[in-house]
């Protein structure tokens, strides 16, 4: 898989997850500027998503098995606007401590994903 | 007459029924709970998609630990569902819930560190939940603080 693409989504995941964390230091809910940031990470995943299912389409296959792998890509684009949609309804820091878990989780995810792809 | 009847008598009684419903309704998935929703909303697909994958691949290869995987599942999907709803009743099930999700991963971990040999595969619960950073072992932790706090507050 594109390694690169693994990296900066891991990257962009941990960045957002400190700046949630940031502002649940800061007892503060997440604002638009967040939801922006989540919706740079998810663009991102997305673009992982789409690349995995044409690099399968091309015939490549993953290490550890390839329906692990799709639902793996999956969950690693659900986990950020998942998260996201819990904290619209929670306006307080513990929103952001929500979006803050759920980039360490989509972090945690890219790590298994470039183990689950192998070289 | 009636009207005065509606207007006096229920006056009392009201304020007591509006404190039932609150206190049979109250949030458990708002505040920290909404983290917790989180991490057992994961952790529901994350045990179920595991083991369905694992049951339809190859389900003679470890029948035990993928069942295990599959119990996990529906704990994690009902406490889910418990702090979604909120509630006395759900929050007592969802207590019950980690006190035996507590008790199953400590359990499972220990054995899966004695006889390895009954694990040819992992569960989700093996070695403490070692495969997905212990959050299986404090997960049940945090759950029972927080739903004993949730009948304080």
Redesign the interface.
């Given at each position: 898989m594109l390694d690169a693409l693994t990296v900066a989504v891991a990257v962009t995941a941990l960045a957002l997850a400190a700046w949630c964390g940031f502002a649940a230091y800061r007892d503060q809910p997440t604002k638009d500027w967040h939801f922006i940031g989540m919706a740079v990470v998810s663009v991102l995943a997305l673009a992982q998503l789409l690349v995995g299912i044409v690099q399968l389409a091309r015939g490549e296959r993953p290490d550890q098995?390839m329906?692990?792998f799709i639902?793996y890509l999956i969950?690693a684009f659900a986990?950020v606007p998942?998260?996201g949609f819990?904290?619209l309804s929670?306006r307080?820091r513990?929103?952001s401590?929500?979006v803050a878990?759920?980039a360490v989780?989509l972090a945690?995810l890219e790590v298994r994903l470039y183990d689950i792809w192998g070289n | 007459m009636r009207d005065t009847d509606r207007t006096g008598t229920p006056a009392s009684p009201a304020p007591e029924r509006n404190a039932t419903t609150q206190r049979q309704r109250f949030e458990l998935g708002?505040?920290?709970?909404?983290?917790l929703?989180?991490?057992y909303?994961?952790f529901t697909?994350?045990a179920a998609?595991r083991s369905i994958?694992e049951m339809i691949?190859d389900f003679g290869k470890a029948p035990l630990a993928y069942t295990l995987s599959a119990v996990a599942a529906v704990v994690y999907g009902f406490i889910t569902y418990s702090l979604v709803r909120g509630g006395e009743k759900a929050r007592r099930a969802a207590l019950v819930c980690c006190a035996a999700e507590l008790a199953g991963v400590l359990v499972v971990g220990t054995w899966t560190l004695v006889e390895p040999s009954a694990f040819p595969d992992s569960t989700v619960w093996s070695g403490f939940g070692m495969g997905y950073?212990f959050i299986p072992v404090i997960l049940p932790v945090t759950g029972m603080i927080w739903l004993r706090h949730a009948r304080n507050a």
């Amino acid at each position: 898989m594109l390694d690169a693409l693994t990296v900066a989504v891991a990257v962009t995941a941990l960045a957002l997850a400190a700046w949630c964390g940031f502002a649940a230091y800061r007892d503060q809910p997440t604002k638009d500027w967040h939801f922006i940031g989540m919706a740079v990470v998810s663009v991102l995943a997305l673009a992982q998503l789409l690349v995995g299912i044409v690099q399968l389409a091309r015939g490549e296959r993953p290490d550890q098995g390839m329906t692990i792998f799709i639902a793996y890509l999956i969950g690693a684009f659900a986990s950020v606007p998942a998260a996201g949609f819990l904290s619209l309804s929670e306006r307080t820091r513990w929103g952001s401590v929500t979006v803050a878990a759920g980039a360490v989780v989509l972090a945690v995810l890219e790590v298994r994903l470039y183990d689950i792809w192998g070289n | 007459m009636r009207d005065t009847d509606r207007t006096g008598t229920p006056a009392s009684p009201a304020p007591e029924r509006n404190a039932t419903t609150q206190r049979q309704r109250f949030e458990l998935g708002t505040g920290p709970g909404r983290v917790l929703v989180w991490f057992y909303g994961v952790f529901t697909v994350a045990a179920a998609s595991r083991s369905i994958v694992e049951m339809i691949l190859d389900f003679g290869k470890a029948p035990l630990a993928y069942t295990l995987s599959a119990v996990a599942a529906v704990v994690y999907g009902f406490i889910t569902y418990s702090l979604v709803r909120g509630g006395e009743k759900a929050r007592r099930a969802a207590l019950v819930c980690c006190a035996a999700e507590l008790a199953g991963v400590l359990v499972v971990g220990t054995w899966t560190l004695v006889e390895p040999s009954a694990f040819p595969d992992s569960t989700v619960w093996s070695g403490f939940g070692m495969g997905y950073l212990f959050i299986p072992v404090i997960l049940p932790v945090t759950g029972m603080i927080w739903l004993r706090h949730a009948r304080n507050a």
